[in-house]
């Protein structure tokens, strides 16, 4: 790991170097512990949320974190220097966006707090293929809003813009995302494609918007996982159809109407 | 011995579980590494002594809601409801890729009824890349079936005799640790026509979220696994070893060399990894690397000279 940068609590930044991986597509995670450090027992998924190959032919990942449990607590406390386990790249990301039918029209990208971490290689493969996207950005209070300034710029690069809210009123407007989303919808943005990661109730709530204004999308879900790799089975999402997809497969990253939000 | 002679620094990791011959004593356990196939770019199957696939049924399941794992201090509870693509896709599209390798392919395989078992012992006994069966008599995570025939001596003598007159193939019966005296449901395993036991499977537990006020798993209980269980699983397969006249595979929170020998010095003739693998794919050939060598630093000729060496008088 070459350093860990903490951000505004509780948020923080991990860079780590993995000598033999292959560079992430946007929505992919890895599994991380912390070094050397018996509990939490199980690994857990970040999205890759920045990459850079370095000179030496090794990938230097970011990993965009937020102090939630043991798991995320004891990422934080690792030291630069320290050797980490990093597995993955895994599962499926963002691929009917990205290099899919739908590769033409202005995609909205709408973030909740920490869920903004899935969408870093996305905005940026977006910026690269100049396509044009709005970045919609909400959280409970300003904080949450950590990597704002990024997703403007890389946003403001395709002439689209960021917008936030959060629900003290403390940055952009006072309120939940789902608001201006539909209102920028409703006005005519031309949105062909949204894509979201967040808490489940803002995935819902975007499905729905999307759905309702005939807009496709994907979603980057989460789960409980135990490997991360398709061993344990333990991450199942429940589709419309009745049955079940693995998170960690077939997912994280799902159409928005395919999922039983 | 000319052989040991010339290469004293080359332990034999082989061993016999009855009837069967591993290259080494270190299986994957069953439904911690799907069938094995699949995960062939995360870890070098070769140098597995034995595979336990997922559990089969007669038709595929889709198994539980979600949520169906939860952490818990030292391991995880799980409560995957036996989630398989059913037993003839095992045989017509997965079987071809594993039966040449050289881990041992044990078919777990899993009923709600007595005849679903000798049906499905029918279905894999022509097949020579079978090495052997295991009977999940001991899921707690199906309302019906399985853990029901592991719980009643007579029961389980019934069952495996059943499926004795269906198979040839070495049977593994999977003993459950939700019981006074696994020892017991050993001896009636054998009486049944048994050949292996491994023990144990999961321990029922479960898990509450405090901010929810609910169940963590949407079945409420699950099968504990992981280090937490490890000396609970040991001191059964010591019983187990030294009460039942079969040989026995330990299973239960393995995830060091030093757990390995544990096990063996218990009486156990070779172990399944499991919940290990979650954390790292590479733990069981890890494992293999790591025997070798404690092996050969302790001037240990083999594994067999280590099986239930706890439990001889001193």
């Known amino acids: ?261 | 011995m000319s052989g040991d002679a010339a290469r004293p620094s080359s332990p034999d990791l082989s061993t016999r579980v009855g009837p069967l011959r591993l290259q080494n004593p270190i299986l994957t356990a069953s439904g911690t590494f799907g069938y094995g196939l699949e995960f062939a770019e995360r870890a070098d199957l070769h140098r597995l002594g034995g595979l336990v696939t997922k559990g089969l049924s007669l038709e595929p399941l889709a198994g539980n809601p979600p949520v169906r794992i939860a952490e818990t201090r030292g391991g995880m509870l799980n409560s995957i409801g036996l989630q398989n693509i059913g037993v003839d896709r095992f045989l017509s599209d997965v079987l071809p890729g594993l039966k040449d390798l050289p881990p041992k392919v044990i078919v777990n395989l899993f009923g709600y009824a007595q005849d679903e078992y000798v049906r499905l012992a029918e279905r894999v006994d022509p097949y020579e890349g079978v090495a052997a069966v295991e009977l999940n008599v001991s899921c707690p995570n199906v309302s019906k079936g399985g853990i029901e025939f592991g719980h009643d001596p007579e029961i389980l003598t019934g069952l495996v005799r059943r499926v004795r007159s269906a198979t040839g193939k070495p049977i593994v019966v999977k003993l459950s640790p939700n019981v006074t005296s696994p020892q017991d449901l050993g001896r009636a395993a054998k009486e049944g026509g048994a050949d292996i036991l491994s023990a144990v499977n999961t321990f029922v537990g479960m898990a509450i979220d405090t901010a929810t006020m609910r169940p963590v798993l949407s079945t409420v209980r699950g099968g504990l696994s992981g280090p937490a269980i490890k000396p609970l699983a040991l001191r059964i397969v010591f019983d187990v070893a030294r009460e039942v006249d079969l040989p026995v595979i330990g299973i239960g929170g393995i995830e060091t060399v030093d757990d390995v020998l544990e096990f063996l010095l218990a009486g156990a003739s070779a172990v399944q990894v499991g919940t290990a693998l979650f954390r790292d794919p590479r733990t069981a050939e890890r494992l293999v690397d790591g025997l070798r060598e404690r092996l050969r630093a302790g001037g240990i000729p083999s594994v067999d000279s280590l099986i239930g060496a706890a439990a001889r008088p001193e």
């Not at chain 1, 512990?33 to 190959?53: I, K, W």
């Not at chain 1, 597995?87 to 899919?100: A, E, I, K, M, R």
């Not at chain 1, 909740?112 to 905005?123: N, R």
Request: a neutral charge; glycine letters at 16%; aromatic letters at 6%.
């Open chain 1, 1 to 261: 790991m070459l350093d860990v940068q903490a951000l505004p609590l509780p948020y923080f930044l991990l860079r780590v170097r993995v000598a033999a991986m292959e560079p992430a597509e946007p929505g992919q995670f890895v599994m991380v512990a912390g070094a050397n450090r018996p509990e939490p027992y199980l690994r857990r998924a970040f999205s890759v949320y920045d990459q850079e190959a370095a000179s030496d032919g090794s990938l230097v990942i970011s990993l965009l974190g937020k102090v939630i449990g043991r798991g995320t607590g004891a990422l934080a406390a690792c030291l630069p220097g320290e050797r980490i386990p990093v597995l993955g790249p895994l599962g499926t990301g963002f691929h009917s966006v990205v290099d899919g039918a739908s590769e033409s029209g202005r995609a909205a990208l709408v973030a909740g707090g920490i869920g903004s971490a899935g969408l870093g290689l996305l905005a940026q493969a977006l910026a690269r293929a100049g396509r044009s996207f709005d970045f919609f950005y909400g959280g409970r209070s300003a904080e949450d809003l950590v990597e704002a300034e990024t997703f403007r710029l890389l946003s403001k690069r395709t002439g689209g813009r960021l917008v936030k809210t959060t629900e003290d009123g403390s940055a952009g407007e006072r309120g939940l995302i789902t608001t201006p989303l539909e209102a920028e919808i409703r006005a005519g943005a031309g949105y062909t494609t949204v894509c979201t990661c967040g808490p489940h109730g803002l995935m819902a709530a975007v499905a729905g918007i999307a759905a309702a204004s005939g807009v496709a999308g994907e979603a980057a879900t989460e789960t409980p996982m135990g490997c991360g790799y398709g061993a344990c089975l333990g991450c199942a999402v429940t589709l419309k159809n009745g049955g079940y997809a693995l998170c960690c497969r077939q997912g994280p990253v799902f159409r928005l109407d395919e999922v039983a939000w």
